[in-house]
């Protein structure tokens, strides 16, 4: 009976060995559960093009959008753990939906493994060059002495720019009014109009506008100053220690994929976000580089769904 038991645990091995090194052997499928063109579909068309190279076996970029990202993030969810069908993981489908949504189909700690942290993107405090304040404890200060006045413009409720706005709220002790937007581009449209005041977004749509001195940023969510901008503190350093409130990208696998697969997958992601040329696309994508272990992608996720899913359990959130 033991030499039965140990001849099992010598074939799984053997089994996984082989699968770390005949993987790939075809075409594997990227899926991105947004629309081409934004900045998650760029990151994941870079890693694609570059993961083509490196496995020898074309990487091919799936866009199911819908649901938020839901749609998409399910079909992942149920494909073959077999190193076929990865999953460019985001912040909102990964780490805000399974709470917001009634049923979003999937949950990432039970359905997926990490292969990796890949970027992080902070969402930022932009104002419009005529708001008075001049940075994030002026802001505080106007807001406390005008209670419910002041309008801050995000994208749409429950997304990470809204979610960060209520943090911010939560965090700061101050009294303002959210004003959600269905899309970016209304909200930046709006904001460089001077209709809003001031909002907390995505750099990316505002790059140009902030660089033409359109726009002004008042501070990023990110515990490290954004690349890009050296000179705009955080949040954190601003007077509000701790604050964070970034998005992360990263790639997943469905649970079960060998962990052979996953390490291998790891290693190729971690040689190409090191290269000058990733960095720079990366950057000009509003984000900076970030890598880690499959494990840390892990936690990072565990620790990022506990932390959204508390502040929507508080604010009563959640979307049929």
């Not at 991105?32 to 091919?60: C, H, M, N, W």
């Not at 949504?101 to 890949?118: C, E, Q, T």
């Amino acid at each position: 009976m033991r030499s039965w038991f140990i001849a099992c645990l010598l074939a799984v091995g053997f089994g996984c060995a082989a699968a770390g090194q005949d993987y790939p052997a075809h075409t594997i499928t990227l899926i991105v559960p947004y629309p081409p063109g934004g900045g998650v579909d760029a990151t994941a068309r870079i890693v694609a093009e570059k993961f083509s190279a490196a496995l020898g076996e074309q990487v091919i970029v799936d866009n199911r959008s819908g649901g938020s990202g839901n749609v998409g993030t399910r079909a992942a969810a149920k494909a073959a753990p077999d190193g076929y069908t990865l999953l460019l993981g985001h912040t909102g489908t990964i780490s805000i939906n399974p709470s917001l949504y009634a049923n979003a189909g999937y949950d990432p700690r039970r359905d997926f493994s990490g292969v990796g942290l890949m970027a992080s993107m902070p969402v930022a405090l932009i104002a419009h060059p005529s708001f008075p304040a001049k940075s994030v404890a002026e802001l505080i200060a106007f807001a406390k002495a005008q209670p419910g006045q002041l309008n801050m413009g995000t994208s749409a409720v429950g997304t990470g720019g809204y979610l960060c706005a209520e943090l911010f709220k939560s965090v700061a002790g101050v009294d303002l009014q959210i004003i959600p937007y269905k899309g970016t581009a209304p909200l930046m449209n709006d904001l460089v109009g001077g209709h809003i005041p001031v909002a907390f977004g995505v750099l990316p749509p505002a790059m140009s506008n902030i660089e033409a001195g359109n726009l002004r940023t008042l501070a990023v969510t990110s515990t490290t100053r954004f690349s890009l901008l050296p000179d705009v503190p955080t949040v954190s350093e601003s007077g509000l220690p701790g604050f964070e409130a970034v998005l992360h990208y990263g790639l997943l696998a469905p649970k079960g994929t060998p962990a052979p697969v996953l390490e291998r997958l790891n290693r190729e992601l971690r040689a190409l976000i090191a290269t000058d040329e990733v960095k720079q696309r990366i950057a000009a994508e509003g984000g900076d580089p970030l890598t880690s272990s499959p494990a840390e992608y892990d936690a990072d996720i565990d620790r990022e769904a506990t932390k959204w899913a508390g502040l929507i359990s508080r604010l009563g959130l959640k979307v049929d």
